[in-house]
Nanobody, 127 residues
Framework: QVQLVESGGGLVQAGDSLRLSCAAS????????QGWFRQPPGKEREFVAG????????TYADSVKGRFTISRDNAKNTVYLQMNSLKPEDTAVYYC????????????????????WGQGTQVTVSS
């Protein structure tokens, strides 16, 4: 059973940066893709960024492209989300998730492809 624990959320001002971390335990982290999703208040959960098991391919939602960067350190079983130039509309609970597809060629943008989820970390961006 994989366990994911996010950290790094908080309250920041528009234009600031944050780095989220997601530490994994209990599984073969290095052989599965990872993703970040978010759920803004009163809205459905949405895809933010994904990365393949080796980190060679990444994909982003259009709303964060050029501002957010997903990365991973397989030696530390950790995936990161660097968020720059934050906007009030980035306010959400952010979740990391593990793809169920081992050795997948590309990162998935679909939540149904992610089997394990963290508990979420709140990011609030004030204007």
């Amino acid at each position: 059973q994989v366990q994911l624990v996010e950290s790094g959320g908080g309250l920041v001002q528009a234009g600031d940066s944050l780095r989220l971390s997601c530490a994994a335990s209990g599984g073969s982290f290095s052989t599965y893709g990872q993703g970040w999703f978010r759920q803004p208040p009163g809205k459905e959960r949405e895809f933010v960024a994904g990365i393949t098991w080796r980190g060679g391919r990444t994909t982003y939602a259009d709303s964060v492209k050029g501002r957010f960067t997903i990365s991973r350190d397989n030696a530390k079983n950790t995936v990161y989300l660097q968020m720059n130039s934050l906007k009030p509309e980035d306010t959400a609970v952010y979740y990391c998730a593990t793809d169920w597809r081992q050795f997948a060629v590309g990162p998935s943008t679909r939540s149904r492809d992610y089997k394990y989820w963290g508990q979420g970390t709140q990011v609030t961006v004030s204007s």
